[in-house]
């Protein structure tokens, strides 16, 4: 089943902040983020495997709440160049493919 | 070498045409996708191989013809395809075979007219 992710778009101004969330119903092995901009390949920003993990990427971080089976991405004082859609991927501990989320549409403007 | 390769990057064939979606991993993962992407969709995964069999066929029609020639090279062979066909291609590769990590290759814009 595919994770949800909110919200489905946002629009921020360079140097704003900005939340991303992914919520499974399943049980989750590990949370993966990706970001694809316009034409390109999705690109793996990081994977996050136990509960209460945090990682960092740059200004990019996120952290996995394995009790709720919630992931968020943060992205701190943002630049033109994070502008581009999130994907969530979910692994769920047994058996099935990654899944991806809906998607969120960055827009970062100057 | 962290690339997947595809080519071509853009093909536009008409409904009975036949031709091929090529891709190539220099990473020795063992295992490689296919995936359709829709405009303002996330990529909905088509085949799995892994260790060059195919072990996931996610019920997609049989005008989609996939082939892993060797560990680097994965095709896919369209034929009689449908308009409703057109999309993003991307062929994936990761070292573990449920799709985590994967490297995403650049895609084939197909158009089908």
């Known amino acids: 089943q595919q994770p949800v992710q909110s919200p489905q778009a946002v629009i921020l101004r360079e140097g704003e902040d900005a939340v991303i969330n992914c919520s499974s119903s399943k049980a989750l092995y590990s949370v993966h983020w990706y970001r694809q901009k316009h034409g390109e390949a999705p690109i793996f920003l990081m994977i996050l495997l136990k509960g209460g993990e945090q990682k960092g990427h740059d200004k990019i971080s996120a952290s996995f709440n394995e009790k709720k089976q919630q992931s968020s991405l943060y992205l701190t004082a943002s630049q033109l160049s994070y502008s581009g859609t999130y994907f969530c991927?979910?692994?769920?501990?047994?058996?099935?493919?990654?899944?991806f989320g809906g998607g969120t549409r960055l827009m970062v403007k100057p | 070498d962290t690339e997947v390769t595809q080519t071509p990057k853009h093909l536009v064939m008409g409904m009975t045409n036949k031709k091929s979606l090529k891709c190539e991993q220099h990473?020795?993962?063992?295992?490689m996708y296919w995936y359709k992407q829709k405009a303002k969709k996330p990529p909905e995964l088509m085949f799995v191989y892994s260790y060059e069999k195919l072990s996931i066929n996610e019920s997609v029609p049989s005008r989609f013809s996939p082939e892993c020639p060797n560990s680097s090279l994965l095709n896919l062979h369209l034929h009689a395809l449908q308009p409703e066909d057109s999309a993003l291609y991307l062929c994936?590769?990761?070292?573990?075979?449920?799709?985590?990590?994967?490297?995403f290759g650049q895609g084939t814009r197909l158009t089908v007219v």
């Open positions: 991927g979910t692994l769920p501990h047994a058996g099935n493919m990654l899944t």
């Open positions: 990473m020795g993962h063992r295992a």
């Open positions: 994936a590769s990761s070292q573990g075979i449920r799709g985590a990590e994967a490297f």
